[in-house]
Structures are given as C-alpha cells and as structure tokens.
C-alpha cells in the first residue's frame, strides 16, 4: 500500500476506535436501583456495550438479567447478560423472536427497577416485531423495498416506527412503571434518537401520516390494511407529551461527529490540513460524489477552499436507488461515482467505508480508490461506467482488489469518507 493508502486506513481505524463503547459507556452508567436491573439492547455495537455494561457495572449481580439483540457472527462472549443473533438489514425469524423475549422480559416492573437500553445502529431489523395483523414476511418486503428506493435513513426509519409493535418508543411503555436509561451509539445524520433503531424506547414526533406519505413518495406498494391504519392514525407512536416520557434519560455516549474528529486529528497531526465538511451529509451516493468531485478539481486548480495537499473529510448516510443487477452499498457507489467524475484526471487518492463493517448487504465495509485506478480498470476490460449504472461496486472493487475489510467493528457511527487531494 502507498502512503496515502496507509494514512486513510489508519484515520478510519480511528474513527472506529473513539466509538468503541469500551471507553465511552462507563461514565454514563446510572446508579443500582432499589430493586432489580433489566439490560436490554439492539444493534451491532451490543456485544462491545453489553462486555463495558459487566465491567463496569457496580450493583449486585443476582438482581440483573437482561437480553441484547446483535447481528449474526458479531457474539462476544459475555458472563451475565445473554445475547441473540439476528439479521440485518432485513430481519427474520430471530428478530421476532428477541422482540417477543425482550417484551416478556420487561412485564411486571415496578418503579424501584430499573431499565438500561443499550442502542446502536441496526437495531431496527435485529428486533423487529410487526405491529396488529402486519405478518412478518410483509415487513421484510416493505423494508427491501425501501433500501432499494434511494429512501433517506430518517424516512426508513419514520416507516418503521410506525409499522413496529416494539419501535416508536412502544418498548418504553411495556417498561412502565420502571425508570428507563437509553444508552446509544448514532449512526444517523443529525443524532436523532428516535431515528437511531427507529426509537424503541424513545419518544417521537412523527406521525403516521408522514410514515404513509414516505411509502407512496417512493411508490411502495402497500397492503390495503396497512394504507388503512397508517391512515386513520390507528399505529401512531410515543409522542413528547406523553406521561411515560418523563420518565426516560437518554444518553448518546458516540456519535459520527466524534469519529469524524478522531480522524481529523490523526491526519493533521500527519501533516495534511484537514476540511472536516459535516457529519450529516445524505443524498444519493452518485451525486454526492459529484460535489466532492467539484470541490477537489477547485482545490487543484484554484486553491480554494484549502491548498494542496489537504484531506477532505465528512461522514453521514447517503442512499442508493438500485435499478441494476447489483448489490448496491453506498460507499463502494460514492467511491466508484467518484472515480467515474474525475476519470484519473485528479491526484486523489480516497478512501469510504462504513463504521460497522457491512457496507449494504455484504461483509465490506467499502473501498478505496488511488490515481491509478481508472487505468488499471481499464487495462483489466472493466468498465467503470457501466458497473456504475448496474449500482455494481462491490464486484467493481472487488475485481480491482481495492476492497476494505475489516470484519464486525463492534460499533457504528455511519459512513466515513476521506478525500487526500495530492
């Protein structure tokens, strides 16, 4: 590897790294209660928050019990609080099954107990229980097609809540009347709890309304009872005002920002001046390639906004609208957009990937891409266009054996995205 490949691969590791819950769940760890102590969770940090949780945790031990919901292959080992695997991004018969097991689990509380939700990024497919007569193979096709329409994470995620009989804060008020502490890693542009695992067990200000409006925008087709009850109101969530939402504390104890200024800290104290442009930044993955494309040929021929050699930096969740015979995956499409907009006309050489080590549906976090890749594609037969229009990246990548894996993280603070304009 070159030594800009080596320095982008060390900025996400340690991106991944300050949102390990290892260093950043001890110190919001509430008292021991009177009574007992209930550990529940979802999401692909679960077993790194449930391994600190046993740490650090200072109440008896014969008053805890608990379940944690975590994608399959990703099980840590654990002493006191069992987890189950699931699937993710569509969920399966696992996921029915650690919701109906966290529902028993929190009946018959009282308000000297005490509940610990421990969230991450994920935990909508990982625990998903169907609301009314909604069967579980209609909300695996509901939530296929909504990945596959270019949807916003924000707008996936209103249409969970709203079809969940465990999401938009319903968890919550099956934990009545017990105090309730909501331990979370974001993964969602802007932090917003009740979009981070669509909101188990927190309040929320969308509607159903808004969940229907999401599904006809995208033309998802609907079964006439779910057009029914979205509706006439009939599946509306845990709003603010509610009574029940007095009595939550939610913590964010990682977030993409966090991971993001790691990163930057390592790159400048290497020498690059580092443009940190958010952490929020959405929109299909192909045109938000475009713009970074825009801002580095600025850079290169103009100066502006810094001078070379600089590192353009930013994070957030963009979308893929999958109309090929590819696997999509957001960040591999970002990279591949953004090689066939410069073309190996610009010394860049960059690196996008997600925190969490799936990128779409496969077990790669991303890619990277070097001043030689447009040639060396070609001099392989491999159109990068044409795998670009079939939203094919990851066999794109895979051919140019530029893929980056990492295996499970244990965390997830969204897509990381670095740019080193030479």
Request: contains cysteine.
């Amino acid at each position: 590897m070159t030594k800009a490949e080596v320095l982008l691969r060390k900025g996400f590791e340690a991106a991944i790294q300050a949102a390990q819950a290892h260093y950043q769940l001890p110190a919001f760890l509430p008292p021991p209660p009177k009574g007992r102590t209930l550990v529940i969770g979802m999401g692909k940090a679960g077993a790194a928050m449930v391994q600190a949780f046993e740490q650090h945790w200072t109440g008896p031990w014969d008053q805890v019990q608990g379940l944690v919901a975590v994608p399959y292959h990703s099980a840590l080992p654990t002493r006191h609080i069992p987890l189950i695997e699931c699937a993710h991004p569509v969920p399966d018969h696992n996921s029915l099954a650690a919701a109906q097991q966290i529902l028993r689990l929190v009946q018959g509380l009282t308000a000297d107990d005490l509940v610990i939700c421990l969230i991450s990024g994920g935990g909508s497919a990982l625990v998903s229980l169907p609301i009314d007569d909604l069967t579980l193979e209609q909300k695996q096709h509901l939530n296929q097609s909504l990945l596959h329409s270019g949807a916003s994470i924000h707008e996936i995620n209103t249409v969970r809540r709203h079809l969940s009989a465990i999401k938009g804060g319903r968890l919550a008020l099956a934990c009545a009347p017990a105090p309730l502490v909501n331990l979370i890693i974001s993964d969602v542009p802007g932090d917003e709890p009740s979009s981070i695992a669509s909101g188990p067990t927190v309040a929320d200000s969308s509607t159903c309304h808004h969940a229907l409006a999401i599904l006809e925008h995208y033309k998802i087709k609907l079964p006439s009872a779910v057009r029914n009850a979205l509706s006439q109101q009939r599946w509306e969530s845990l709003k603010p005002d509610h009574s029940r939402a007095a009595h939550i504390q939610t913590h964010l104890i990682a977030t993409p920002h966090q991971a993001l200024v790691a990163a930057a800290a390592l790159f400048e104290q290497a020498g690059y001046t580092t443009l940190l442009l958010g952490d929020a930044i959405e929109g299909e993955a192909k045109e938000v390639a475009k713009v970074m494309a825009g801002i580095a040929h600025s850079i290169i021929q103009h100066n502006t906004p810094l001078t070379r050699p600089c590192i353009l930096l930013s994070g957030g969740e963009t979308s893929v609208n999958v109309k090929g015979e590819g696997q999509g995956g957001r960040n591999v499409e970002f990279l591949l957009a953004l090689l066939c907009a410069t073309q190996g006309r610009l010394a860049l050489t960059a690196l996008a990937a997600d925190t969490d080590g799936v990128d779409g549906a496969l077990a790669v976090a991303g890619a990277y891409i070097t001043p030689q890749s447009w040639d060396k594609a070609l001099q392989l037969g491999v159109d990068p266009v044409s795998y670009l229009r079939r939203n094919d990246a990851h066999r794109f990548f895979e051919l140019l054996q530029q893929q980056v894996i990492t295996g499970a993280t244990q965390t997830n603070v969204n897509d990381f995205r670095a740019i080193l304009i030479h």
